[in-house]
């Protein structure tokens, strides 16, 4: 996809991490970008540093969603690229030896249930409300309309223990992939996932420095944690290259997580 100065871009999680990197760079193109994240203070202040709009958006909300699509088409036109890096989840073990009671309790469904909409369903959402305006659009050099990214994890695919949750909500962001770039192919619509490793966003730097020195030690090479502007250079490659389709993407030195 070529980009001129009316490309328009949507990143959920733009205020921080991989999203903000990404809205930096996509931004850096050119693109004009709408941020989506529920922290309006930092959201605000990217979204200014970029030249861009911030629209405070609850992924796991259809209404609040929608609202944000109307306004970051109102500001800025239809988007051709939107890239979803928000989530939200919960973390526990399939059954669990439970102190005070005495015994394996087992995760709750509704825990489930939260994660999986905060990551899987969210995914479905913004994709698919995103593809339906961009349907609206005249297409560019091939047809194309738009192109979609969606971000999962090498969880998708190397789940951990007490990962239950992410592992397998991340592997049904990956299953979402190409049947949904095969059902928007005659629209001229791609759609691609990205499965990051470990990278060094603000909540993993949280971490000790002990334990963070031991995650960069795992990694065959480079022997350190990814950066947020290593995802954000592959999501816009992903944008601009047009035979980049239905395609789930690791991104992670070469890693490939034990179970612990």
Request: hydrophobic share 45%.
């Amino acid at each position: 996809m070529q980009f001129d100065k009316t490309t328009a871009a949507v990143v959920t999680g733009g205020a921080s991490g991989l999203g903000r990197a990404t809205a930096e760079a996509l931004a850096q193109a050119g693109i004009k970008v709408a941020i989506f994240d529920v922290n309006a203070e930092a959201g605000e202040q990217v979204a200014a540093a970029i030249g861009g709009i911030f629209c405070n958006v609850d992924i796991t909300s259809e209404e609040s969603v929608v609202a944000g699509f109307a306004k970051a088409r109102a500001a800025h036109g239809q988007e051709r690229i939107t890239v979803h890096c928000a989530m939200t989840s919960r973390r526990g073990k399939t059954l669990a030896f439970d102190k005070e009671a005495g015994k394996l309790k087992r995760l709750s469904t509704e825990d489930y249930i939260y994660g999986v909409n905060g990551i899987l369903v969210a995914s479905y959402r913004i994709a698919s409300l995103s593809a339906e305006g961009m349907a609206s659009l005249e297409p560019l050099a091939d047809g194309e309309r738009g192109c979609i990214t969606l971000t999962a994890s090498v969880a998708a695919q190397d789940g951990q223990i007490g990962q239950i949750i992410y592992g397998s909500a991340k592997a049904g962001v990956n299953g979402l992939v190409l049947p949904m770039a095969r059902d928007l192919s005659d629209i001229g619509i791609r759609v691609n996932s990205i499965m990051p490793g470990i990278f060094a966003t603000p909540l993993m730097l949280g971490a000790k420095p002990q334990v963070l020195d031991s995650l960069a030690a795992s990694v065959p090479f480079p022997k350190r944690l990814g950066k947020p502007e290593e995802f954000a250079s592959l999501a816009l490659e992903l944008a601009r290259n047009s035979y980049f389709n239905g395609q789930c993407i690791r991104l992670d030195g070469a890693i490939r997580m034990a179970p612990r």
